[in-house]
């Protein structure tokens, strides 16, 4: 079954559709990008030593938003997949660009 994640940012709606294939095979993807989350992130002018489940959600929306600009829907659906798979029941996130990104929202079913 495919997942939806509605993406909303500068003003602009966008229905990512997540593939099955990611949610079932993205795990070794997942991991990956957990492993280098592990080492801490730079999330606007915070440094997170180590981010919690939501805050590497927030990181995956801005890569989100990079893969969105550069029509990436691959990389779309894997940061798609990352989200609703690390925050269950999330189905839209309000994206913050140009600001913190500990600003992004996530919002369930």
């Known amino acids: 079954m495919k ?5 909303v940012f500068e003003g602009q709606v966008y229905q990512i559709t997540v593939p099955p294939e990611v949610l079932n095979d993205g795990a070794a ?9 592990d ?5 606007g ?12 959600c927030q990181i995956a929306a801005d890569k989100l938003v990079d893969a ?7 990389l779309a659906g894997l940061m798609a997949g990352y ?3 690390h ?5 839209e996130v309000h994206i913050v660009t140009d ?3 500990m600003e992004t929202v996530l919002i369930g079913a």
Do not use: H, S
């Not at 080492?39 to 999330?43: D, E, L, N, S």
């Not at 969105?68 to 691959?74: G, V």
């Open 45 to 56: 002018r915070e440094w997170v030593e180590a981010p919690d489940a939501t805050q590497r």
């Open 99 to 101: 600001g913190d990104p």
């Open 39 to 43: 080492r801490g992130w730079q999330m």
């Open 87 to 91: 925050c269950p029941g999330t189905r």
């Open 3 to 7: 997942v939806m994640l509605k993406a």
């Open 68 to 74: 969105i600009n550069a029509e990436n829907e691959t």
């Open 29 to 37: 993807f997942f991991q990956y990008m957990n492993a280098d989350m």
């Open 83 to 85: 989200i609703v798979t």
